[in-house]
């Protein structure tokens, strides 16, 4: 129930302000060092990422695809690890901001429990807030989707949106420009983790990705302590 609440409000509160910003947020926020990890499988590619100044903008076409992940861990314990984000518009385009328990064994991804942001090219007003917090007995990743619709004027594949994960070792909040849109008590992590940020392609979307897709373009990135 207090999720459908989250989603309601949030919902609301978006049809009648826009709350895209491009102004980080003051504070002890740290701005992080990205640096290119090793993509899991054959599909990456580093001629579909591209860097000016601090922003990096994550391409996909069909073929390829983009990652980067965070060069340091955060806290353990818990903190705020945030992203100002403008998804990409390609429909069959999958992208995501994400975290992960600290590399592990020399795998940096897929290390659970995560916790996502997710947006396929053509929706035009929604995201989906989700958590992968185990294993279930056919040994796959348990999943908990919450697909979140905002209002007319939520747009985020047009505008900059700041994404969040505030966690403790108690619970975690999804946040969309400091709006919470997701609450959770189960799967929560009390490692050091990273950040990642990825444009791919897939079975997600419905459509399917047959060429260079618009990029998500990522402003910045920080992360507070606990």
């Known amino acids: 129930m207090i999720n459908f609440l989250l989603r309601l409000r949030f919902r609301i509160l978006t049809s009648f302000k826009q709350y895209g ?9 740290i701005q992080q060092n990205w640096y290119t990890a090793t993509w899991a499988h054959k599909n990456y590619s580093k001629s579909m990422e ?17 990652c980067i992940i965070t060069k340091e861990p ?5 903190g705020s690890t945030k992203a100002l984000i403008r998804f990409s518009s390609s429909p069959g385009a999958w992208s995501g901001f994400w975290t992960i328990d600290d590399v592990k064994d020399g795998m ?17 007003d929604r995201v989906t807030a989700t958590l992968h917090w185990g294993k279930n007995y056919k040994d796959k990743k348990q999943t ?29 909040k999804w946040k969309i420009n400091g709006i919470t849109i997701r609450y959770e008590r189960r799967g929560i992590s ?18 399917p990705l047959n060429s ?6 990522i402003l910045w990135f920080m992360h507070k302590k606990r």
């Open 212 to 217: 260079l897709s618009e990029p998500t373009s």
């Open 144 to 172: 908990s989707y919450n697909r979140v619709k905002g209002g007319r004027k939520f747009r985020p594949t047009k505008y900059y949106y700041i994404y969040e994960f505030d966690w403790n070792p108690y619970r975690l």
């Open 74 to 78: 955060q806290d353990e314990g818990g």
């Open 21 to 29: 910003s491009k102004v980080p947020p003051s504070g002890d926020f």
């Open 190 to 207: 009390t490692n050091a983790r990273r950040a990642v940020l990825s444009c791919s392609f897939g079975e997600y979307c419905v459509r």
């Open 50 to 66: 591209s860097y000016d100044d601090d922003i990096a903008e994550l391409r996909a076409n069909g073929e390829e695809e983009a």
């Open 108 to 124: 940096p991804f897929n290390i659970l429990p995560e916790y996502d942001f997710e947006h396929c090219g053509s929706w035009i």
